[in-house]
């Protein structure tokens, strides 16, 4: 998925991609990045005390789409 189809699809389930409070590379909030990967944008979230592996994004957009879909995600906004 390309910055923009994650952007589009986002508005179109009325979610927001909350940006990150401090110098993430990534720019997203529980996105962090893996340099030299085909997939280097890594989405977490904290489930139950621990930290849930969402998924490796092409694009930073595409794994803070993953965030703002999971219910902790939601919960944040």
Same mark, same amino acid.
């Given at each position: 998925m390309t910055r923009e189809q994650a952007?589009?699809? %986002?508005?179109? !389930? =009325?979610? &927001?991609?909350?940006? $990150?409070?401090?110098? /993430? #590379? /990534?720019?997203? $909030?529980? +996105? /962090? +990045?893996?340099? =030299?990967? /085909?997939?280097p944008f890594q989405a977490k979230v904290k489930r139950s005390g621990a930290m849930v592996h969402l998924g490796s994004? #092409? &694009? #930073? !957009? !595409? %794994? %803070?789409l993953s965030v703002a879909r999971s219910s902790e995600g939601q919960e944040a906004v």
């Open positions: 952007l589009q699809q %986002a508005q179109a !389930e =009325g979610i &927001t991609l909350r940006k $990150a409070d401090n110098r /993430s #590379a /990534s720019g997203y $909030a529980n +996105v /962090s +990045v893996k340099p =030299g990967r /085909s997939k994004f #092409a &694009t #930073a !957009e !595409e %794994a %803070a």
